[in-house]
């Protein structure tokens, strides 16, 4: 278990991350999560990071509220990336040690982390199962 405390996000990321535009709609991005068994995608504008979308966030505009008790399916999935987002995004560097991420993953209920460069460019994604193969490997050690 040692060994996992000296363990990065670099050593254990995706390194080839699919990304979304903010013009993308639901329904393409639910095809995508179905297709590729993603817990969530970054979202680029430009070749730059400006938000990260989630499952989660596609549930989210189905919730029942007062002024929307049956949402339309079609209506719902027409909508864009760019309106259900979260541009305020939690993101570690490639030399984040996973200790750090596995904290920042517990205290924020978040399946995945965005791996941002020293210039805030995409270099990865790590996930749960990333963290959780890291442990498994360095607990036969």
Not at 45 to 54: L, P
Not at 74 to 94: A, C, H, N, Q, W
Not at 120 to 139: F, M, P, S, Y
Request: proline content about 3%.
């Amino acid at each position: 278990m040692y060994k996992f405390l000296e363990q990065t996000a670099g050593g254990h990321m995706t390194r080839n991350v699919r990304t979304v535009q903010r013009d993308l709609n639901l329904l393409a991005l639910s095809e995508m999560f179905e297709r590729d068994d993603f817990n969530s995608y970054p979202v680029e504008d430009d070749g730059q990071v400006v938000g990260i979308v989630t499952k989660f966030d596609i549930l989210k505009c189905f919730a029942f509220t007062t002024s929307q008790m049956l949402p339309r399916y079609r209506d719902l999935m027409s909508r864009k990336v760019g309106d259900v987002m979260t541009p305020e995004f939690i993101y570690v560097s490639p030399d984040t040690r996973l200790t750090r991420i596995l904290q920042i993953m517990v205290e924020h209920r978040i399946r995945s982390i965005i791996v941002l460069d020293g210039a805030q460019k995409l270099v990865g994604i790590i996930a749960r199962e990333d963290v959780i193969a890291a442990l498994k490997a360095t607990a036969s050690d």
